[in-house]
């Protein structure tokens, strides 16, 4: 293959990366790696999706949330999964995000929850094996360019609480995190709580 025709399968393939398709009611579903992202059940609008989900190539969701109310953003599976298979061509049940949120809410954000779910609006409990990698007690993989300290509950609930920080309006915050499920299933829900000041 000519160098040309090297250069050109690398373009074509960074443009493969991530795409952004309409599904059945027209709604933008964000296809990256293994996996698609969807922010159907509104709330906010992703803007950009990126990488593999692995340790070295997170996947990386930019979103811009319009309302301090709790949003969810829903992931499928595109490919079977492979439980052993650690190239991020597969789901493996080891997921790496960045979620890169912009404050359109027009209030000032001084905590942000995430939360997961199997079941949509259904509490994680420690069976379904979906957590924030829930068998570390003590984790580098959470962090955040906006806050200071995080927190996990993982019983009735799968969550990550991040304080000692402030988002403003229009201001942005960065959300770093590995999703763990031992039962990977196709579907699951991450639930976005931004929390603003008491009157």
Request: charged content about 20%; glycine content about 8%; hydrophobic content about 40%.
């Amino acid at each position: 293959m000519t160098r040309l025709g090297r250069l050109a399968g690398a373009l074509l393939a960074l443009c493969l990366a991530a795409t952004a398709e309409a599904d059945d009611l027209g709604q933008t579903v964000w296809i990256t790696g293994a996996y698609s992202f969807s922010d159907e059940l509104g709330g906010f609008t992703i803007t950009g999706a990126g990488g593999q989900g692995t340790a070295d190539n997170p996947f990386v969701i930019t979103q811009e949330v319009n309302s301090a109310s709790p949003i969810t953003m829903v992931i499928r599976a595109q490919r079977p999964v492979r439980p052993l298979d650690y190239s991020g061509e597969f789901p493996n049940g080891f997921t790496y995000f960045r979620i890169q949120v912009v404050n359109n809410s027009g209030l000032a954000w001084v905590e942000c929850e995430f939360e997961l779910q199997e079941i949509l609006n259904k509490p994680s409990v420690f069976g379904d094996g979906l957590s924030f990698d829930q068998r570390r007690t003590d984790t580098t993989t959470i962090s955040s360019d906006a806050f200071d300290t995080w927190s996990r509950d993982f019983e009735p609930y799968d969550k990550l609480l991040f304080t000692n920080g402030k988002v403003d309006p229009l201001g942005a915050a960065s959300f770093s995190f590995l999703v763990t499920d031992f039962t990977p299933k196709r579907t699951f829900y991450l639930v976005f709580d931004p929390r603003i000041p008491f009157s």
